[in-house]
């Protein structure tokens, strides 16, 4: 089963370098893969979004934000604990390059 | 809170448009089943950025003791209880923006805040050298001398006593700078936040209704 891929763009707050989330986002784009993308998944998880609760029902998701701990304990707060296989890329500290090349085998 | 329109385009999408519409609040699913641009909810009321910025803790149950240290320091009712008695956030609104005081509190590092700057409160994973030098964890009877509300009681009451006597306003005003200086710098405590304070017998008040709640869990489910 192909992964989900799930993009956050942490619209709220400044702490992904806005070079590594603008590329990352180009990337998705530009691989031509389907892909969904939110302006935050922490207000996303503060208001019990049922997205996340759907994303985390259907297997296999590649999410590109930030700590994996972080991410994993948001989900878990909106009452959509994320699945065993959910792979959570850190824009916070991996490049554009590793992240997109996790998520979509490409170069930027 | 933010939108929940949601923007359905096809793949192949230009990067400066996704990003034109995730910073207004709206989520955008590229995909090939819908023809570009379509809104896949044209009733819905168009999103606008939200004003609260979303700073709340976050809780790490692999690491939570459900002490409750959390509950009973927190002025601001931001933790609660579940059936269950599990601690849990309840109302992240009330959560002081920038402030992480709680998750420093935390002695098992257990509090993250997302959005925080540093390592390991944002979500890092917590190292070694976090738990061994407790860097996470300020003692605040060390830093106040003694437990922070016989402290508190015992300021209000030499200070009434002082004041009875010689009015030093001023002295008194010193000394509680002084106190929020330690705090704000030892726990990265937003100036705000400190000035926001309710009195003495307002947090004294709170303090005795969070212990309540807190020991009512705790008898009801020992751990």
């Known amino acids: 089963m192909t992964p989900r891929i799930l993009y956050c763009h942490c619209a709220y707050a400044r702490v992904l370098a806005p070079e590594v989330k603008q590329a990352v986002l180009a990337g998705l784009a530009d691989a031509g893969v389907e892909f969904e993308a939110v302006p935050d998944l922490c207000e996303m998880s503060a208001r019990r979004d049922e997205r996340l609760q759907a994303l985390a029902a259907e297997g296999p998701v590649k999410i590109a934000a930030c700590f994996p701990r972080a991410v994993k304990w948001l989900f878990h707060s909106a009452g959509a604990p994320l699945p065993e296989e959910a792979e959570v890329l850190n824009m916070r500290e991996q490049s554009a390059e590793a992240v997109l090349h996790n998520i979509v085998g490409v170069k930027v | ?223």
């Not at chain 2, 257990?110 to 700057?117: D, E, G, S, V």
């Not at chain 2, 996470?136 to 016989?150: E, F, R």
């Open chain 2, 1 to 223: 809170m933010s939108a929940v329109l949601q923007v359905v385009m096809q793949p192949g999408a230009s990067a400066q448009a996704l990003s034109a519409l995730l910073e207004k609040g709206y989520s955008v699913r590229v995909t090939q089943d819908a023809p570009r641009t379509a809104v896949s909810d044209p009733t819905e009321v168009a999103p606008s950025p939200s004003k609260w910025k979303p700073w709340f803790p976050v809780i790490d149950y692999q690491r939570c003791t459900n002490c409750m240290q959390c509950l009973s320091f927190c002025l601001f009712d931001v933790y609660g209880v579940s059936k269950e008695g599990k601690i849990q956030v309840q109302n992240q609104t009330n959560c002081k923006t920038d402030c992480p005081a709680c998750s420093r509190v935390c002695p098992e590092v257990a509090i993250l805040f997302p959005k925080y700057r540093h390592n390991p409160i944002n979500g890092s994973e917590v190292q070694a050298d976090d738990l061994r030098r407790e860097a996470m964890k300020v003692d605040i009877s060390a830093l106040l001398g003694g437990d922070i509300y016989s402290m508190l009681r015992d300021r209000s009451a030499k200070a009434k006593s002082r004041f009875s006597k010689e009015r030093d306003e001023d002295r008194a005003l010193k000394e509680r700078l002084n106190c929020l200086n330690k705090l704000q710098q030892a726990m990265d405590i937003p100036g705000e936040v400190l000035a926001a304070l309710p009195s003495v017998d307002e947090i004294r008040r709170k303090a005795e209704v969070a212990k309540a709640k807190a020991e009512e869990a705790k008898r009801q489910f020992p751990s």
